[in-house]
Each structure stands twice: as C-alpha cells, then as structure tokens.
C-alpha cells in the first residue's frame, strides 16, 4: 500500500482537519482567501514566502511546518525515494543579495537542502553581516565568479568548476568576483539536526519574498 505523497496542501489540510476547521474558518484565522487555500490543498497552487509567513504566525505554526513533515510523525523513513528538481517547481525567495530556489520540496524530513542561488551582491560591504546557520555546507560554481567571505579565513575567488566545502556555523557571505554582475551556484546545506530549513528561513528576514512555483 502507497502513503500519501506529503505536500503543502497536505499539511494544510491535516492541519485544518486537526482542529477541525472548515475551509471558511481557515480562512478567517489565516487572512488568506478560501479559494486560494482550496488551490492549495489540492495542489494546484503555492503560497508566497509572505504567505507562508503570515501562515506560521497567525496560526501559531513553526514556519518548518509548512516545509517539513511534523517531529511527532512516527512513520518508519521511507528508504529508496529519490525527488526530480525543476526550477519551476521549487520555492523562490528573493533577497538583496540573492535569488534563492530551494528544489526538492516535496521531500520531507530532508538531511540535505538543495538550492540554485544567484548571485548579486559585489562586495563584503554590500552584503552586510556574514551568516551563520548548523550544518555544513557544499557549493559549486556553475556560472560567473564569486569570492567566498568567511570569519576565520582570507577571502577566496572561485570560477566556473570550483567549489568549496565549509562549517556553515563558522560566518561566511559570497559575493560576485570582480567584473562579474551575477553569478550561479549551487549549494547543498546539511545538518544532523532538526530545524535546518527553519534556520535558513530566518537568515531571509522579513522583507524577503518567495515567489510562486511554475
């Protein structure tokens, strides 16, 4: 027998049907209109970063709800999975310095995060603040140039090809390398600890937005 396949309209409706909610009175709690959040449930469309946002706090839900399977879930793991990445289905935040498109977002309960970033930023100043979140991280440079920033080390440029391998706990930001308006990387971010897309949520703030999929 197949388990149902856990999306976000899943677990909005798992969510509504917990505390027993009809579509109207989801609604009024969310601020978010019942057509839309029929679209949701049935999968025919997403929710904005602001939207989701507004989600976790008015109803009082970590904002990793609504990208992760619940911690209470007692389900035996499901072994040989395996997600399909399309941009067109990935969730899309946009900050100053990047755009993010976080890919395989079906798959719950994920140890490892896959994100195609944009770069734009030009300089350490521009970025601002280095960033700190558990885990480690992978990145590769698939177009441009970028020199990678972090707390202990000196600052180092990498080209199409490169890549590097670092303790994401320890502050790091990357840029674009010079004469280079933006470039495209890939990252992987991993962490043995729960919690990890919620962390890299945070880092956003709350002026970013996440576009919708497709």
């Known amino acids: 027998m197949s388990s149902k396949k856990s999306t976000l309209g899943t677990l909005l409706k798992d969510l509504r049907n917990r505390n027993r909610w009809t579509l109207k009175e989801m609604s009024e709690r969310s601020g978010i209109p019942i057509s839309t959040l ?28 609504l990208f992760a399977e619940n911690d209470a879930d007692t389900t035996a793991p499901v072994t040989a999975r395996r997600s399909i990445g399309d941009l067109g289905q990935s969730l899309r935040v946009e900050t100053p310095n990047y755009d993010y498109y976080y890919l395989c977002t079906e798959l719950r309960r994920k140890r490892m995060i896959p994100i195609l970033t944009r770069i734009r930023a030009k300089s350490a100043d521009e970025f601002g603040e280095l960033v700190h979140h558990p885990g480690e991280e992978f990145l590769f440079v698939v177009s441009g140039s970028i020199v990678v920033h972090t707390e202990f080390y000196d600052p180092v440029a990498l080209g199409e090809g490169q890549s590097i391998y670092i303790d994401s706990n320890m502050g790091h930001a990357y840029v674009t390398g010079p004469g280079c308006e933006e470039a495209t990387v890939i990252a992987v971010c991993s962490s043995a600890e729960d919690g990890l897309m919620d962390s890299l949520m945070n880092l956003h703030g709350d002026n970013d937005r996440e576009m919708k999929r497709g």
């Open 38 to 65: 029929s679209k949701v449930e049935h999968d025919r469309l997403t929710l904005t970063y602001d939207k989701l946002l507004q989600l976790s706090r008015r109803l009082n839900i970590r904002l990793s709800e």
